[in-house]
T-cell receptor, first 111, second 113 residues
Framework: EDQVTQSPEALRLQEGESSSLNCSYT??????LFWYRQDPGKGPEFLFT???AGEEKEKERLKATLTKKESFLHITAPKPEDSATYLC????????????FGTGTRLKVLA | EAQVTQNPRYLITVTGKKLTVTCSQN?????MSWYRQDPGLGLRQIYY???????DKGDVPEGYKVSRKEKRNFPLILESPSPNQTSLYFC????????????FGPGTRLTVL
């Protein structure tokens, strides 16, 4: 069964304290892996798409990487405004166009 | 402004009373989708549509119906709501069906008593 698991469930960082969020997945073939950010009371907002192992993408303090079994979202020198829930999703490379989301990592960055 | 809109934003109803949550996008997107979000379970896909008149089940379709008669609209229908359908619902759209970023609506908080 296709599955997406994110860890940790919650993470508290001091401002400037770098860390990584993990997304492990099991699918028979990967069409794409997606990272989203969700603020309380709002819909998710797109961050990155990764397609193949070894791929990396960066945006401001965020960097996403992909291996054959997992993806990491690295947060460098985070600021309080980076506090949010970060969601990972995969789309399988099959005949369907379903998305499977993980349960997210709640990040709190303290000033 | 490019956006996905949902109505209503909040709804309290009773068991068995049919309801429709509307979703509309103004980006000429082909792919649209409905999700529910529950604590500890994350976002789960209910139904998706790859284009007009083309819909398919997600992981949790039981108790829901959808239709896609126009490209911009993708309503979610609960014909006989039950308390276990109390949830936060999101509509999303993307340019095409495969591996494109999804744009999410603001969410509809539904309570079924």
């Amino acid at each position: 069964e296709d599955q997406v698991t994110q860890s940790p469930e919650a993470l508290r960082l001091q401002e400037g304290e770098s860390s990584s969020l993990n997304c492990s997945y099991t699918v028979s073939g990967l069409r794409g892996l997606f990272w989203y950010r969700q603020d309380p009371g709002k819909g998710p907002e797109f961050l990155f798409t990764l397609y193949s192992a070894g791929e990396e993408k960066e945006k401001e303090r965020l960097k996403a990487t992909l291996t054959k079994k997992e993806s990491f979202l690295h947060i460098t020198a985070p600021k309080p405004e980076d506090s949010a829930t970060y969601l990972c999703a995969v789309q399988e490379a099959s005949g369907t166009y379903k998305y499977i989301f993980g349960t997210g990592t709640r990040l709190k960055v303290l000033a | 402004e490019a956006q996905v809109t949902q109505n209503p934003r909040y709804l309290i109803t009773v068991t068995g009373k049919k309801l429709t949550v509307t979703c509309s996008q103004n980006m000429n997107h082909e792919y649209m989708s409905w999700y529910r979000q529950d604590p500890g379970l994350g976002l789960r896909q209910i139904y998706y549509s790859m284009n007009v008149e083309v819909t398919d089940k997600g992981d949790v379709p039981e108790g829901y119906k959808v239709s896609r008669k126009e490209k911009r609209n993708f309503p979610l229908i609960l014909e006989s709501p039950s308390p276990n359908q109390t949830s936060l619902y999101f509509c999303a759209s993307s340019k095409l069906a495969g591996d494109y970023e999804q744009f999410f609506g603001p969410g509809t908080r539904l309570t079924v008593l």
